[in-house]
Structures are given as structure tokens and as C-alpha cells.
């Protein structure tokens, strides 16, 4: 027993077992109350494992070290393994340090963390970290300038003395929030200032902080800064891509703020676009954005890519990119994930280590502060993370994968972990063939981020390679052969080193009938079979031959039934294929439903690999081919002209004969005197061979042809008689459906006809009654309008007639009196005149819905159509010269003689004649009155015969129609004409006229 640091802790908290002595002699001793602490060999305090470390409980029952240098420890609600050597160490909430850490930084032996609730330091006693006074809000970077200590804050800057904070320029309204701070090169008494606006500089002075003011053409927000040799600036933004910023400095290089200029480079310059982190190694700046790491051409103005330091993925935001240089040389590089360490080496490339970071791999680390001693600092989304260079871990330490349990059938354990023979090899087992399903558990006692281990198996005699790399711990097997096996796992930790193999033995036992003695009573069993098999062999050979003269004579009868019974089987089925085909084709009454069945249907009977069917027009002289295919594809439509006596469809159509060829070449001139293949073209743009073999049947209706049908095939001798046969009977078949369908169109188009006639009555019937309304409401407007018109009239008078008299006695009212009665006089003036205008546009309406009245569905008589609109032209054209002399307008006439006279309603006609003609005259004058240079107003006139009907043209050149209104123009009582001069039903009455009286069109075009 000795004197140690600990004496007092362990008598307050109750020692408990004897402890346990480390790999490198130091003491572990636990207590009741207050965890185990670390003694050296002389018996001073090393370290204190508590709930503030980590621990689920302070009472520690029992202390096992194992050969890893971890320490175990057995506490009163569960197991706790310690990692006393560690070089890692985690800084956390339990430790004073919470929230994120920004930046890192050590200052005359005090080690700080900016965070975003403030600023905290590094207690040595108590290894804990506590919050620096005067700064309780996000912080963001350091600054050692001289003696002094500085942080960027965003409530602005301030100087850190030891756990205090003073100001050294606040934000007010946001004017200095901080990011970064970087002293210049050639001015050590100068701090320039990253702020989220802009860049500012401070200036030390005589024992104060002199602000030297903010750049005024710089607005980024400023996240990273190097100072240049020369006294400029690289400076790396949050978005907005690179700034480089110089100065001009007097004799006693004070800089000009000023007078800074600055270039800013994004994507025209080689750079990605967002922005970028900017950072100094041995001299160099590297810019960093998420899509790679990045060095400056000078020469060329442009950045180039560099992937020297790109050797860990990127999380995408530029304020967790950090690349540092240690005092060693070594590179630290984190682009959010994945930090690593390089070692230069000779030739100027990095040895890169990356396994001691394996296990906070996948946290964000926002900033690495290597210090000078070998300790480097990492600072987390969730505190500091201590790392001690100068002690590496062995990471290839050995290992071994630990079979743990093996289970054969549903749950029976053959083997569990511990039970292992001298040499470290699990014993062997044997499996009946019934339990051949085995599940293999196991494990690796390797703790390093234990969840990232993973497992490799292989099986002997069953699986052909090692299965792939899995986080599983399990591996099943099912229908297992019978055989030998041998089980095989090894482990791979988070460093990648992989485990030596584990292995155990078992042999899955045949099932009886696959046994030894199971097969020696098979080939008895079979000889016995193979004796009695002889004997009664040789007794049914006896049996055949005695019967093999009379089964062939059975034989030849039944062969020649057979036959008989086969023809007549097939002409059976041909018939009521035919009959069938037959009820298809004629059950239709269109014509072209009726060729695709017809098609179908001789594709089971021949070799139809051309079909085509033709509708023969004697009136024309042609064949019309409807439907003609090759090879299912179809042609391009054609007729052929009867005329032309060298075709074997005018050849059948005249003589009403078949043509029956097999070999065209050889046969053709028993029906033509010329044969040339016309080589038609398919809809696809294909050719199709010459047909070698064919048949044309006329189809023939009542001593009528109806057209043709044809097979044709590019074999010789593709048809017989037989084939002659079924295709006349189909012919038949299709003379009979094309009839009844041209007697359904005939009987269809006079029914149509009978409808068209019935609507046409009953809208004429209609438009009377409606006619006969419209004059009794006509005539019982007109009366009280006409006096609203005359009385609006004589109003305007009387009230010029009272201006007349008040006029002498002006003098003797007032001035505003005067005015007052002028106004008022004024007003009843103008109203007066208001209610005339709008009495003769309602009039005018009146007397439009009376001549739609008595526009009574006229008879209709033979008229001359050029002439009824010649005469409309001439109405309009003098009517409209009568109301106004200054109206003159060209006229074009094109009228075609060849209309002749047709049926109309003459009176009815020439009203739509009319209507149109004063439209276009109104359109062309009011655009004349415009001014429109040198417009010539112009009607055209034309009429044209196309066909069954005649087409009249209006035309003039006026300002046109616009497209808002255009479907507007047909509707009742709708006008673009000013109040008084148009009602709005000319255009809806001509087009009731047109559409539902002659049954004719009316359309627009502008």
C-alpha cells in the first residue's frame, strides 16, 4: 500500500473488488458510487471514468482488461467496454461543450471552440470545457494577432482574455456580422474581416482597434480568406464563386479602402458555378468548391482542376471544407465526411491515412485544428473530437471470427461457442438427412465501430466462391445433400483488416434408401425382375407371330375405311367452312367490312398471298381496286382501264369467265395477247414479286358484273380445281353481300333525304309562328317609342326656347346663379339628345324585327344568281350615295354565266345580298374617312359554279374582322356599329336565311 491522488475518492465512493492491472502498469480500481479511476505506478491520477464520460452507471462491480488494451467494466445495469489508450477522445455536452464547433483554435496555452451558442475554453483540472463570458451567440472563427486574441461573432469582433470576452466592433443592424478573420501579410497590425456582407479591416493602434472601414464594391458574404505576399487578398464565398481583392498602400503602407479593386471569377474562369473555400498550403492557394478542388493559372487567368488533396467525397457545402498544413508538413483535409491525413512524400505526392478516422467517418466535420504536438482537433456537429497522432492504434492487430452457435432442423443446437478442440477447430458433427437445413451464428471480437464489421462464408462442397462482404451475422442453409461439408467465416473490421477463418466440420448422413445395403437389395430386386421378364417374353413372341398375319389383314381394311371416311370427312368440313364464310360475308352491308372478311376467309382455303378485290364502273370504263394486299401489306389505291384489253381482270369481266392459271409465262395467252407484271408500288414503298400462279372470278349479280376478285401466288402450280371450286363459291357468296349493301345505300340516302325534308317543314313551320310573335311585339313597341321620340325632341327645343327667354334677365341673377342655370339647361340638353339617339337605334330595331315578321317562307322559283346579286349591288350602292354625295367606291364583278338559274327564294336571297353589300360598304367607307393614305374603298363580287352547288363571294378591303369578335358577328341584335346605326340582326337573319332555309353555308374570312 502507497499513498496516491486517489485516496480520498475511493474512501468517499467505496472501493469495491481489488481492481486490475493495465498492459502498460497502470492501476484500475472501481468504486461503489463514483465510477473507476486511472492510477500510474506512482499512484497519481490519470483519468476518471464516470456517467460524465459515458457511463450507463457509477457502480463499477467488476474490472477485466483484455488483450486489446480495452478495459471492461461490469456496472450495476450492464457492461461498459473503455478504451483506455484511446486517441480519440470525444468533447461533448457531458463535458461542457455543446451545440455545433465552427473553429478550433489554441492561444497562450488555452484552448478555445467557437460554437453556435458561443465561445468556450478548455479547463485543464477538470478536463471540461466552460462557456468564455460576453459571447452567447454563434461564433464562427479565431485570430491570435500578437498577445491578443480575436473572434468573428455575429454580433460583431471581439478580443478573448483568458475567460472573458471584450468588444472590439459590434454590429449594429447587422452591419458587421463576422465570418472569418485573416492578418495581412505585410502589415501585422492589420486584421481584415470576412463579414456575411462584404469585407472590412482593423487596424491596432496605440493600444486600441481602429476600423479602417468597409470595402464599398464588395457585397458577397465572405467565408474564407488568404492573405498574398503582396499584399491582396483571395477571398472564398458562400455563392457567389472567387473575389481577389488588392490594394494600394502609402510610404507608410496604409491602405486606401477605397481604392480596392476587385476581380471576381465564377464559370467563365474555369470554376463551377456557387461558391468556393479558399486555403493556403506551402504557399499555394487551393480553392475548393463542391465539384472539386481547384489551382490558379496566372498566366492564363483561369483556375485549373488539381486533384491532389481530391481524395474524400464532398458533402456539398463550402463551410465544412478545411485543408491544412500541420508544422510536420502533413495535409489535413476534410470536405465535410471522410477526413484524411497526407504524408508528403519525395516525389511530391501524399501517402493518405484514413482508418483512424473510420469511425466518425460519417459525421460532418466543419473544421481540423492541428496543433503543434501532434494533437489535432475536429470539430463536430455535436462537439470536439480529440485525436493524438503521436499514439497510432495498431490496426492490423489479429483477430479471430467465433463460430457462436450452429442449429440444425428447426431448433436443435449441435454446437455452441467455447466447446473447441486443442487446435482451435470446432468439433465435428453428423446431420441426418432429415435435419438438412443448418444455421450458422457468429461473431468477431473486434469493437471499433463494431456495427461496421462485416462477415464472409464460404461452404465446401456446396457454395462455388466466398459469398459476398455482409453486415449479417447469420447464415442459413436448407436442402443440403448428402456429403461432407465444411463451414468456413471470416470478418473484416471498420479498418478493413480482415479476421483468420473459422471453420467447423459436419457430414450430412444419406437418407436409408440412398445406403449401401439399400442398393445391394436393388440389384437383387432387378435380376429377379429381368428372369421373370425373359420368361414372359418369349411366351407373348409366340402370341404375336400367330396373330401378325391376321392384324394385317385388319390393318388394310380399317386403312381404306379410314381414307374413305377422311375424304368425306373433308368435304364436309369444306361445306360448312363455305356455309359459314358465306353467313359472314353476306350478314354485313358495308362494303369494305365485307372485303376483310372475304379476305380472311380465303387465307384458310388457298395460298392468298395476293389478295385483291375490284369494284367494276362500266360508266367509267375502270376497275376500282378497294382493297388489294401483298404479303398482308396493302397497295397503294389504283384503278385499271378497261379499256386496255391486255389484263386478265378485263378479260373476265367481259367474257364473265374465271381465269385459272398455274403458270403465267406458259399459260397466259389462252386469255391475252400481252403479259407485263404493272409492278405496283405498296403503301410502304415496296415492290412485290411477279406472281407465278392465279385466279380472277367475276362477281356477277342479276345478269350485273360487280367487279372481280382475284388470289394470286408466287409459287407455280399453287392452285387445283378444287381451289377453283371454293373460290367461286365464295365469289357467290360476295356478289350476294355487295348488293344488298348497295341496295342498303340506295335505301339509306333516300331515307336521309325524307329527314332532311321533315326538318326542313318543321324549322320553316317554326320560323313562321316565330315570325307572327315577333310582329304582334313589334307593333306594341312601336307606338309608345314613337312617342318617347317625339317628346325626347320637342324637349331639346323647349329647353333652346327657354335659354332664348332667360338670356335678357341674365343680367340680374348672379354669377352663380348664371352659372348654376346654364349647367342645369346644359344637362337637360344633352339628355334630350341622349334619349333621341338611343329612341331611333331602338326604332330602327323595331322596324328590323317587322321585316323579319313578314319574312314568310317564300315559295322557291327558278332565279338568276348573278342577277339578283347585281341588283342588291346596285340598291346598296345608289341608296348609300343618295344619304351621303362623298361616297364613291370601286366595284370588281367576276360572275360565272355557267350558274345559269337555280331554285331559290329570290326575295329572301337578295335580302342576304343586301345585308352583305351595305356591311362591306360601311367597313370600306369609314376606313376611307380615317385618312388612310391613298385607300382605295373596294367591293368585290364573284360568283362561281363547283359542281351540285354555287359558291358567292363578298369581298372588301376594309380594316377586316377581329379574331375576339369574329364568332360573335352571327348572333342576334350583336353590332360593331356606333349607337343609331346598325341593330345587330342583318348577319343573324342571313345566316337563318343561308343555313336553315337553303340548307347552304355562310363563313367568314379576314
Same mark, same amino acid.
Given at each position: 500500500?502507497?499513498?496516491?491522488?486517489?485516496?480520498?475518492?475511493?474512501?468517499?465512493?467505496?472501493?469495491?473488488?481489488?481492481?486490475?492491472?493495465?498492459?502498460?502498469?497502470?492501476?484500475?480500481?472501481?468504486?461503489?458510487?463514483?465510477?473507476?479511476?486511472?492510477?500510474?505506478?506512482?499512484?497519481?491520477?490519470?483519468?476518471?471514468?464516470?456517467?460524465?464520460?459515458?457511463?450507463?452507471?457509477?457502480?463499477?462491480?467488476?474490472?477485466?482488461?483484455?488483450?486489446?488494451?480495452?478495459?471492461?467494466?461490469?456496472?450495476?445495469?450492464?457492461?461498459?467496454?473503455?478504451?483506455?489508450?484511446?486517441?480519440?477522445?470525444?468533447?461533448? %455536452?457531458?463535458?461542457?461543450?455543446?451545440?455545433?464547433?465552427?473553429?478550433?483554435?489554441?492561444?497562450?496555452?488555452?484552448?478555445?471552440?467557437?460554437?453556435?451558442?458561443?465561445?468556450?475554453?478548455?479547463?485543464?483540472?477538470?478536463?471540461?470545457?466552460?462557456?468564455?463570458?460576453?459571447?452567447?451567440?454563434?461564433?464562427?472563427?479565431?485570430?491570435?494577432?500578437?498577445? &491578443?486574441?480575436?473572434?468573428?461573432?455575429?454580433?460583431?469582433?471581439?478580443?478573448?482574455?483568458?475567460?472573458?470576452?471584450?468588444?472590439?466592433?459590434?454590429?449594429?443592424?447587422?452591419?458587421?456580422?463576422?465570418?472569418?478573420?485573416?492578418?495581412?501579410?505585410?502589415?501585422?497590425?492589420?486584421?481584415?474581416?470576412?463579414?456575411?456582407?462584404?469585407?472590412?479591416?482593423?487596424?491596432?493602434?496605440?493600444?486600441?482597434?481602429?476600423?479602417?472601414?468597409?470595402?464599398?464594391?464588395? #457585397?458577397?458574404?465572405?467565408?474564407?480568406?488568404?492573405?498574398?505576399?503582396?499584399?491582396?487578398?483571395?477571398?472564398?464565398?458562400?455563392?457567389?464563386?472567387?473575389?481577389?481583392?488588392?490594394?494600394?498602400?502609402?510610404?507608410?503602407?496604409?491602405?486606401?479602402?477605397?481604392?480596392?479593386?476587385? #476581380?471576381?471569377?465564377?464559370? %467563365?474562369?474555369?470554376?463551377?458555378?456557387?461558391?468556393?473555400?479558399?486555403?493556403?498550403?506551402?504557399?499555394?492557394?487551393?480553392?475548393?468548391?463542391?465539384?472539386?478542388?481547384?489551382?490558379?493559372?496566372?498566366?492564363?487567368?483561369?483556375?485549373?482542376?488539381?486533384?491532389?488533396?481530391?481524395?474524400?467525397?464532398?458533402?456539398?457545402?463550402?463551410?465544412?471544407?478545411?485543408?491544412?498544413?500541420?508544422?510536420?508538413?502533413?495535409?489535413?483535409?476534410?470536405?465535410?465526411?471522410?477526413?484524411?491525413?497526407?504524408?508528403?512524400?519525395?516525389?511530391?505526392?501524399?501517402?493518405?491515412?484514413?482508418?483512424?478516422?473510420?469511425?466518425?467517418? @460519417?459525421?460532418?466535420?466543419?473544421?481540423?485544428?492541428?496543433?503543434?504536438?501532434?494533437?489535432?482537433?475536429?470539430?463536430?456537429?455535436?462537439?470536439?473530437?480529440?485525436?493524438?497522432?503521436?499514439?497510432?492504434?495498431?490496426?492490423?492487430?489479429?483477430?479471430?471470427?467465433?463460430?457462436?452457435?450452429?442449429?440444425?432442423?428447426? @431448433?436443435?443446437?449441435?454446437?455452441?461457442?467455447?466447446?473447441?478442440?486443442?487446435?482451435?477447430?470446432?468439433?465435428?458433427?453428423?446431420?441426418?438427412?432429415?435435419?438438412?437445413?443448418?444455421?450458422?451464428?457468429?461473431?468477431?471480437?473486434?469493437?471499433?465501430?463494431?456495427?461496421?464489421?462485416?462477415?464472409? !462464408?464460404?461452404?465446401?462442397?456446396?457454395?462455388?466462391?466466398?459469398?459476398?462482404?455482409?453486415?449479417?451475422?447469420?447464415?442459413?442453409?436448407?436442402?443440403?445433400?448428402?456429403?461432407?461439408?465444411?463451414?468456413?467465416?471470416?470478418?473484416?473490421?471498420?479498418?478493413?483488416?480482415?479476421?483468420?477463418?473459422?471453420?467447423?466440420?459436419?457430414?450430412?448422413?444419406?437418407?436409408?434408401?440412398?445406403?449401401?445395403?439399400?442398393?445391394?437389395?436393388?440389384?437383387?430386386?432387378?435380376?429377379?425382375?429381368?428372369?421373370?421378364?425373359?420368361?414372359?417374353?418369349?411366351?407373348?413372341?409366340?402370341?404375336?407371330?400367330?396373330?401378325?398375319?391376321?392384324?394385317?389383314?385388319?390393318?388394310?381394311?380399317?386403312?381404306?375405311?379410314?381414307?374413305?371416311?377422311?375424304?368425306?370427312?373433308?368435304?364436309?368440313?369444306?361445306?360448312?367452312?363455305?356455309?359459314?364464310?358465306?353467313?359472314?360475308?353476306?350478314?354485313?352491308?358495308?362494303?369494305?367490312?365485307?372485303?376483310?372478311?372475304?379476305?380472311?376467309?380465303?387465307?384458310?382455303? %388457298?395460298?392468298?398471298?395476293?389478295?385483291?378485290?375490284?369494284?367494276?364502273? +362500266?360508266?367509267?370504263?375502270?376497275?376500282?381496286?378497294?382493297?388489294?394486299?401483298?404479303?398482308?401489306?396493302?397497295?397503294?389505291?389504283?384503278?385499271?382501264?378497261?379499256?386496255?384489253?391486255?389484263?386478265?381482270?378485263?378479260?373476265?369481266?367481259?367474257?364473265?369467265?374465271?381465269?385459272?392459271?398455274?403458270?403465267?409465262?406458259?399459260?397466259?395467252?389462252?386469255?391475252?395477247?400481252?403479259?407485263?407484271?404493272?409492278?405496283?408500288?405498296?403503301?410502304?414503298?415496296?415492290?412485290?414479286?411477279?406472281?407465278?400462279?392465279?385466279?380472277?372470278?367475276?362477281?356477277?349479280?342479276?345478269?350485273?358484273?360487280?367487279?372481280?376478285?382475284?388470289? &394470286?401466288?408466287?409459287?407455280?402450280?399453287?392452285?387445283?380445281?378444287?381451289?377453283?371450286?371454293?373460290?367461286?363459291?365464295?365469289?357467290?357468296?360476295?356478289?350476294?353481300?355487295?348488293?344488298?349493301?348497295?341496295?342498303?345505300?340506295?335505301?339509306?340516302?333516300?331515307? &336521309?333525304?325524307?329527314?332532311? !325534308?321533315?326538318?326542313?317543314?318543321?324549322?320553316?313551320?317554326?320560323?313562321?309562328?316565330?315570325?307572327?310573335?315577333?310582329?304582334?311585339?313589334?307593333?306594341?313597341?312601336?307606338?309608345?317609342?314613337?312617342?318617347?321620340?317625339?317628346?325626347?325632341?320637342?324637349?331639346?327645343?323647349?329647353?333652346?326656347?327657354?335659354?332664348?327667354?332667360?338670356?335678357?334677365?341674365?343680367?340680374?341673377?348672379?354669377?352663380?346663379?348664371?352659372?348654376?342655370?346654364?349647367?342645369?339647361?346644359?344637362?337637360?340638353?344633352?339628355?334630350?339628345?341622349?334619349?333621341?339617339?338611343?329612341?331611333?337605334?331602338?326604332?330602327?330595331?323595331?322596324?328590323?324585327?317587322?321585316?323579319?315578321?313578314?319574312?314568310?317562307?317564300?315559295?322557291?322559283?327558278?332565279?338568276?344568281?348573278?342577277?339578283?346579286?347585281?341588283?342588291?349591288?346596285?340598291?346598296?350602292?345608289?341608296?348609300?350615295?343618295?344619304? @351621303?354625295?362623298?361616297?364613291?367606291?370601286?366595284?370588281?364583278?367576276?360572275?360565272? @354565266?355557267?350558274?345559269?338559274?337555280?331554285?331559290?327564294? +329570290? #326575295?329572301?336571297? #337578295?335580302?342576304?345580298?343586301?345585308?352583305?353589300?351595305?356591311?362591306?360598304?360601311?367597313?370600306?367607307?369609314?376606313?376611307?374617312?380615317?385618312?388612310?393614305?391613298?385607300?382605295?374603298?373596294?367591293?368585290?363580287?364573284?360568283?362561281?359554279?363547283?359542281?351540285?352547288?354555287?359558291?358567292?363571294?363578298?369581298?372588301?378591303?376594309?380594316?377586316?374582322?377581329?379574331?375576339?369578335?369574329?364568332?360573335?358577328?352571327?348572333?342576334?341584335?350583336?353590332? !360593331?356599329?356606333?349607337?343609331?346605326?346598325?341593330?345587330?340582326?342583318?348577319?343573324?337573319?342571313?345566316?337563318?336565311?343561308?343555313?336553315?332555309?337553303?340548307?347552304?353555308?355562310?363563313?367568314?374570312?379576314?
Amino acid at each position: 500500500p502507497f499513498k496516491t491522488a486517489a485516496d480520498e475518492f475511493v474512501k468517499a465512493n467505496l472501493l469495491y473488488q481489488p481492481g486490475a492491472i493495465l498492459q502498460n502498469g497502470s492501476m484500475v480500481l472501481g468504486t461503489l458510487l463514483g465510477g473507476a479511476v486511472i492510477l500510474d505506478k506512482e499512484g497519481r491520477l490519470l483519468q476518471k471514468i464516470d456517467m460524465t464520460a459515458g457511463l450507463l452507471d457509477n457502480s463499477v462491480l467488476c474490472v477485466y482488461p483484455d488483450r486489446a488494451g480495452a478495459l471492461w467494466l461490469g456496472l450495476g445495469n450492464g457492461i461498459a467496454r473503455v478504451e483506455t489508450g484511446a486517441t480519440l477522445t470525444l468533447y461533448d %455536452a457531458r463535458r461542457g461543450l455543446s451545440g455545433n464547433v465552427y473553429r478550433i483554435h489554441r492561444h497562450q496555452g488555452i484552448l478555445y471552440a467557437a460554437g453556435n451558442v458561443g465561445v468556450f475554453y478548455l479547463d485543464a483540472p477538470t478536463s471540461a470545457f466552460k462557456p468564455v463570458t460576453g459571447i452567447a451567440n454563434l461564433s464562427l472563427g479565431f485570430l491570435s494577432a500578437g498577445e &491578443q486574441l480575436l473572434a468573428a461573432t455575429v454580433d460583431g469582433v471581439y478580443r478573448i482574455q483568458q475567460e472573458r470576452a471584450f468588444p472590439v466592433r459590434l454590429s449594429a443592424q447587422k452591419d458587421f456580422e463576422s465570418n472569418v478573420l485573416c492578418r495581412s501579410r505585410i502589415d501585422s497590425t492589420r486584421v481584415f474581416v470576412g463579414l456575411f456582407n462584404g469585407l472590412a479591416s482593423l487596424r491596432f493602434s496605440q493600444g486600441h482597434w481602429l476600423e479602417e472601414g468597409k470595402l464599398p464594391n464588395l #457585397q458577397e458574404e465572405v467565408r474564407t480568406i488568404v492573405s498574398l505576399e503582396n499584399g491582396g487578398l483571395w477571398l472564398g464565398t458562400s455563392a457567389q464563386g472567387v473575389l481577389r481583392v488588392t490594394f494600394d498602400y502609402n510610404a507608410s503602407e496604409h491602405l486606401f479602402v477605397q481604392s480596392a479593386r476587385v #476581380q471576381r471569377f465564377g464559370t %467563365a474562369h474555369g470554376l463551377p458555378e456557387g461558391g468556393a473555400a479558399v486555403w493556403e498550403i506551402a504557399g499555394t492557394p487551393y480553392f475548393i468548391s463542391p465539384n472539386g478542388v481547384f489551382r490558379f493559372d496566372a498566366q492564363n487567368n483561369r483556375f485549373i482542376a488539381d486533384s491532389t488533396f481530391q481524395i474524400v467525397s464532398s458533402l456539398g457545402s463550402v463551410d465544412a471544407f478545411t485543408l491544412r498544413q500541420d508544422n510536420r508538413g502533413r495535409v489535413w483535409v476534410c470536405f465535410g465526411r471522410e477526413p484524411a491525413m497526407g504524408t508528403p512524400r519525395p516525389d511530391g505526392s501524399y501517402q493518405w491515412l484514413q482508418a483512424p478516422f473510420v469511425r466518425f467517418a @460519417d459525421e460532418v466535420i466543419q473544421t481540423i485544428y492541428p496543433e503543434n504536438d501532434g494533437v489535432v482537433w475536429f470539430g463536430s456537429a455535436y462537439g470536439a473530437i480529440r485525436y493524438d497522432s503521436r499514439q497510432p492504434p495498431d490496426y492490423a492487430e489479429n483477430y479471430t471470427t467465433l463460430i457462436r452457435r450452429v442449429i440444425v432442423g428447426r @431448433d436443435s443446437v449441435v454446437y455452441v461457442g467455447g466447446h473447441e478442440t486443442q487446435n482451435r477447430q470446432p468439433l465435428a458433427a453428423s446431420i441426418t438427412y432429415n435435419d438438412n437445413a443448418v444455421r450458422f451464428e457468429f461473431a468477431a471480437p473486434t469493437f471499433a465501430q463494431e456495427e461496421r464489421n462485416q462477415y464472409q !462464408t464460404f461452404l465446401e462442397n456446396f457454395d462455388q466462391a466466398w459469398a459476398p462482404w455482409s453486415a449479417e451475422h447469420v447464415k442459413e442453409y436448407t436442402n443440403l445433400p448428402p456429403g461432407e461439408y465444411r463451414f468456413r467465416v471470416k470478418a473484416k473490421n471498420s479498418h478493413g483488416h480482415e479476421s483468420a477463418a473459422a471453420e467447423f466440420a459436419f457430414a450430412v448422413l444419406p437418407p436409408w434408401y440412398r445406403t449401401w445395403w439399400a442398393y445391394a437389395g436393388y440389384a437383387l430386386l432387378l435380376g429377379m425382375l429381368i428372369f421373370a421378364a425373359d420368361r414372359l417374353q418369349r411366351r407373348r413372341l409366340l402370341r404375336k407371330e400367330r396373330a401378325r398375319a391376321h392384324l394385317r389383314e385388319v390393318e388394310l381394311r380399317a386403312e381404306s375405311a379410314e381414307a374413305l371416311a377422311k375424304a368425306e370427312s373433308e368435304r364436309k368440313k369444306n361445306i360448312e367452312l363455305l356455309s359459314e364464310m358465306g353467313k359472314q360475308i353476306t350478314a354485313s352491308l358495308d362494303s369494305d367490312i365485307i372485303f376483310h372478311k372475304l379476305y380472311e376467309h380465303v387465307n384458310q382455303l %388457298a395460298d392468298a398471298t395476293i389478295f385483291g378485290v375490284g369494284i367494276y364502273h +362500266p360508266e367509267q370504263r375502270q376497275i376500282e381496286y378497294r382493297l388489294a394486299l401483298a404479303k398482308g401489306k396493302r397497295y397503294a389505291p389504283y384503278t385499271r382501264d378497261t379499256r386496255n384489253k391486255n389484263q386478265f381482270p378485263v378479260w373476265c369481266i367481259e367474257h364473265r369467265q374465271p381465269v385459272f392459271i398455274n403458270d403465267v409465262q406458259q399459260e397466259y395467252q389462252r386469255y391475252i395477247a400481252e403479259f407485263k407484271d404493272p409492278q405496283r408500288i405498296l403503301e410502304d414503298g415496296s415492290r412485290p414479286e411477279t406472281p407465278q400462279s392465279l385466279i380472277y372470278l367475276p362477281l356477277v349479280s342479276q345478269e350485273r358484273v360487280l367487279g372481280i376478285i382475284t388470289i &394470286q401466288s408466287f409459287q407455280k402450280n399453287a392452285y387445283t380445281p378444287f381451289h377453283l371450286n371454293l373460290m367461286q363459291n365464295l365469289a357467290a357468296y360476295t356478289s350476294i353481300a355487295l348488293d344488298n349493301a348497295d341496295a342498303y345505300r340506295r335505301l339509306d340516302a333516300t331515307l &336521309q333525304h325524307l329527314k332532311a !325534308t321533315q326538318q326542313q317543314l318543321v324549322t320553316q313551320e317554326k320560323l313562321a309562328s316565330l315570325g307572327a310573335l315577333t310582329a304582334g311585339i313589334a307593333h306594341e313597341i312601336k307606338n309608345p317609342l314613337n312617342f318617347v321620340n317625339n317628346f325626347a325632341s320637342l324637349l331639346v327645343e323647349l329647353a333652346e326656347e327657354l335659354r332664348d327667354e332667360l338670356a335678357p334677365e341674365q343680367h340680374a341673377l348672379s354669377a352663380e346663379k348664371r352659372a348654376a342655370l346654364d349647367e342645369i339647361l346644359a344637362s337637360v340638353q344633352q339628355n334630350s339628345q341622349k334619349i333621341v339617339e338611343h329612341g331611333k337605334r331602338a326604332d330602327s330595331i323595331v322596324r328590323s324585327m317587322l321585316q323579319l315578321s313578314r319574312g314568310k317562307a317564300g315559295e322557291r322559283e327558278p332565279a338568276d344568281i348573278n342577277a339578283l346579286l347585281d341588283e342588291a349591288l346596285n340598291l346598296t350602292y345608289h341608296g348609300l350615295r343618295a344619304r @351621303d354625295t362623298s361616297f364613291n367606291i370601286r366595284i370588281e364583278k367576276q360572275y360565272d @354565266d355557267a350558274i345559269g338559274k337555280i331554285e331559290v327564294v +329570290p #326575295q329572301d336571297l #337578295q335580302r342576304v345580298f343586301l345585308n352583305l353589300i351595305n356591311n362591306g360598304c360601311y367597313a370600306v367607307h369609314q376606313k376611307k374617312l380615317t385618312g388612310a393614305g391613298n385607300f382605295s374603298p373596294t367591293i368585290s363580287l364573284q360568283t362561281r359554279l363547283l359542281g351540285d352547288h354555287v359558291e358567292i363571294r363578298i369581298r372588301d378591303n376594309g380594316n377586316g374582322i377581329p379574331p375576339d369578335i369574329r364568332e360573335k358577328i352571327f348572333n342576334p341584335f350583336f353590332t !360593331t356599329k356606333p349607337t343609331g346605326q346598325g341593330t345587330g340582326l342583318g348577319l343573324s337573319i342571313s345566316y337563318d336565311i343561308i343555313v336553315q332555309e337553303h340548307k347552304g353555308e355562310i363563313k367568314v374570312e379576314t
